[in-house]
């Protein structure tokens, strides 16, 4: 599972409950965060180079947990691997599409996500008569990746309610969060919007797009698989409080060793 950082945990969380007999390995790119303020070319620069490290585990597969990454580099990188690569796209999409009610999907999404416009044209593949209305959200990352965002916190309250009150103009019924750092956010979000919009958690998509694929694939890990399986999480960089963000995330403590990797050595 990759992320630029830890939002991607939002989506390892989906998969402790839905693939619980595999083994994970996660990198978070801590060192180059923010992915979303960069362009499109050197997002797909840094993420060749997390796909080269990922692909020393032997792994089956790849979860693209990072919006940013997803629509900046996919489908156009998946060619280039003989394993699958997940991005959070099409599953939010779809989940998006199939909740609207009034056709009206709301997008919170990092800049390099909204200037994709990959969203708006995946969703009206579904169903070309659905609007999605994108909000750019640059001040979200940072925020969450410093512990901040929870209900009660009066500064992340202000950006959160300036950056949805387009969004409620629009009367959007389905709001789709964009990269997977938002989940952290929902209790906010949640307390604004109130409870007649849906939210798509893309972490959460993604991760039920894996349990699909992997069983398609016929590749799960055999009933004589360890009961415990490995967990193991490498950041490029250790951040101050990480593990105490991850388990924020995680909603549990991390359950495998922490590394560090020095992702330019990969390529
Ligand atoms: N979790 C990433 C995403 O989904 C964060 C983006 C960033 O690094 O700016 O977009």
Redesign the pocket.
Known sequence: VF???L??LTAVRALDALLPGEELVFFGDTAR?????RSHGTIRKYLRQDIAFLRTFDIKMLVVA???ASTACLPALCAEYPFPLLGVVEPSAAAAAAATRNKRVGLL??LA?VASGVYETTVNAIDPDVTVIPQACPLL?PLVENGRGQKGDAVAEIIVREYLQPLIEAEADTLILG???YPLLSGLIRDILGDGVTLIDSGEAVAQAAAALNSDLKTQASEFAPKAPKRRYFVSDYPEGYALNAALFLGRPLDGPLQKVDIEGYA
Do not use: N
């Not at 965060?33 to 303020?37: E, K």
């Open positions: 992320d630029s950082g939002g991607g965060l923010p992915y979303g303020t990072c919006g940013t999404a990092t996500t990352v990269c997977t750092h």
